[in-house]
């Protein structure tokens, strides 16, 4: 017998109402240019028009709100590399409490003003030479703070999840959805949505050619390790796969595709001068896989989730200006 599932389809519609005021329900974009190129009919999510510009609010929100009160006042503390930073301090701020976040020293300076805009204290580490889970644990102990992992946990996951839910309740059924991978979260939450809501509909995931190590692990069979990516998709820049994700990824995710660096860049930049958005590198992968035609055996009508647009005016404008 099958063990159950960490996360549900109800927890998934109990996230969604408990984010009803908090997290904005974004729009769902089409182009007609963007369905020639392609050859199907896309429908993209656009979360970098979500409160701190990515998706991430929807999971911190959800696991801070169910803290127990004793444990909220004492505040939460949130390991990110930007997107869950400002989410997590963003939770914290409008659930009263303070938050501590670690995150690396190279971090994308926007991001870390951001976070810092919020409210939240940053301390800072070596993503290169020091493992970020390890000083997360140790400086939530010592300060007596509830820690929110950026995507390893049931609450964050059924949160993330609602992006897909909001999605297919605008779009009605879709052959396929198409997620960028980091960590594991918005897929695994995405896939528990879309696949209780249409069980036929693949679920695809995008990865940068260099942080490949979800797809290593679901072809292994078992969780992979790999060298901290260097890659400008730094939402993406994981070295391994959630424990929690990969058990969900296993069973609901058909298939992970990877893109390059350049072929980011080139979504970018047909986001910005044709779709008129403004997307991070982290927020391009999905639409990068389908520009360069990596989705094999197209089907007809996907989605894809564009789950960011973090990024500063020097860093896109060297990026695509290039």
Avoid at 156 to 168: C, K, R, Y
């Amino acid at each position: 017998m099958a063990a159950a599932s960490p996360v549900t389809f109800d927890d998934v519609r109990e996230a969604a109402a408990r984010l009803k005021g908090i997290a904005h329900r974004t729009p769902v974009l089409t182009s007609r240019t963007l369905d020639a190129l392609v050859g199907a009919e896309v429908f993209i999510k656009c979360e970098n028009f979500q409160r701190i510009g990515a998706f991430k609010i929807r999971g911190a929100y959800n696991a801070a709100a169910q803290l127990p009160p004793e444990q909220l006042a004492k505040g939460i503390a949130a390991y990110s590399s930007g997107n869950h930073a400002q989410a997590t301090a963003l939770a914290a701020r409008e659930l009263g409490t303070g938050a501590v976040i670690l995150m690396p020293e190279d971090a994308p300076r926007s991001k870390m003003e951001a976070t810092a805009g919020y409210g939240a204290e940053i301390v800072t580490y070596d993503r290169y030479t020091q493992d970020r889970t390890a000083l997360g644990e140790a400086l939530a102990e010592d300060r007596g703070l509830a820690l929110i992992p950026p995507y390893d946990h049931p609450h964050v996951i059924a949160g993330q999840g609602t992006a897909a839910l909001e999605l297919l309740e605008d779009t009605g059924e879709l052959d396929a959805l198409v997620v960028p991978v980091g960590g594991g979260g918005l897929i695994a939450g995405s896939a528990t949505a879309a696949k209780a809501l249409h069980p036929g509909i693949r679920m695809i995931g995008v990865e940068p050619e260099a942080g490949d190590d979800t797809k290593r692990s679901l072809e292994s069979g078992e969780r992979v390790t790999i060298p901290v990516p260097r890659t400008i998709a730094d939402g993406q820049a994981i070295s391994t796969p959630g424990e929690i994700t990969f058990g969900i990824n296993r069973r609901l995710v058909d298939t992970v595709t990877l893109v390059s660096d350049e072929e980011i860049v080139q979504a970018m930049r047909f986001a910005f001068e044709r779709l008129k958005i403004v997307l991070e590198p982290s927020g391009a992968t999905g639409l990068a896989a389908l520009l360069a035609g990596r989705v094999e055996n197209l089907p007809r009508r996907i989605g894809v989730i564009a789950s960011g647009g973090n990024i500063d005016t020097a860093r896109f404008t060297a990026l695509i200006g290039g």
